[in-house]
T-cell receptor, first 114, second 115 residues
Framework: DSGVTQTPKHLITATGQRVTLRCSPR?????VYWYQQSLDQGLQFLIQ???????AKGNILERFSAQQFPDLHSELNLSSLELGDSALYFC?????????????FGPGTRLTVL | AQKITQTQPGMFVQEKEAVTLDCTYD???????LFWYKQPSSGEMIFLIY??????QNATEGRYSLNFQKARKSANLVISASQLGDSAMYFC????????????FGRGTSLIVHP
């Protein structure tokens, strides 16, 4: 158990819908990262937050948005869902932002768009 | 641009044997970090080991060691005394230096440990 929690574990929805994925980092970790893992794209970094502020943006679509709240939990919002958005979405956390900071991944949320 | 290549889509090893999972990388940055993660069938990503580009010694964590050859730009993961529970996908990843964090992951290697 990494200490990072993600809810829900599974999510099935229809095209065009909007969903929210939630992540609670390990106690004491200030950085939260979101990743998308799909069969065709592999593991892709989406976005990073540090202590409530966005710090880095990767391959995140404009239909997707995220935020980190004062209690440090984070939410990833996916809207106008398409079939290709079906994937495993991971959240990870680390103490800081240093290159030496280990990231601890949560169990993931499996999103299926029908 | 950074690139991670894992050339072995699948590997088989017998229990108690050692196995090496290959990872090569490409970057123009002199400072970077290399990571290995394990993803069992349950899906979660488990951090295994980290190597900094300026680290003089190869990283080790229990049965995991990283064979870091900077000149060859390779960061192979060595698992000693394989166990059945080591069966999983293994991902090599690179992080750039500085505050801009955008990691690059390899496509992964599927390891199967058989008795």
């Amino acid at each position: 158990d990494s200490g990072v929690t993600q809810t829900p574990k599974h999510l099935i929805t229809a095209t065009g819908q909007r969903v929210t994925l939630r992540c609670s980092p390990r106690s004491g970790d200030l950085s939260v990262y979101w990743y998308q893992q799909s069969l065709d794209q592999g593991l892709q970094f989406l976005i990073q937050y540090y202590n409530g502020e966005e710090r880095a943006k990767g391959n995140i679509l404009e239909r997707f948005s995220a935020q980190q709240f004062p209690d440090l939990h984070s939410e990833l919002n996916l809207s106008s869902l398409e079939l290709g958005d079906s994937a495993l979405y991971f959240c990870a956390s680390s103490v800081g932002q240093k290159i030496t900071d280990t990231q601890y991944f949560g169990p993931g949320t499996r999103l299926t768009v029908l | 641009a950074q690139k991670i290549t894992q050339t072995q889509p699948g590997m088989f090893v017998q229990e108690k044997e050692a196995v090496t999972l290959d990872c090569t990388y490409d970057t123009s940055d002199p400072s970077y970090g290399l990571f290995w993660y394990k993803q069992p069938s349950s899906g979660e990503m488990i951090f295994l080991i980290y190597q900094g580009s300026y680290d003089q010694q190869n990283a080790t964590e229990g049965r995991y060691s990283l064979n870091f050859q900077k000149a060859r730009k390779s960061a192979n993961l060595v698992i000693s005394a394989s166990q059945l529970g080591d069966s999983a996908m293994y991902f090599c990843a690179m992080r750039p230096p500085g505050g801009s964090y955008i990691p690059t992951f390899g496509r992964g290697t599927s390891l199967i440990v058989h008795p």
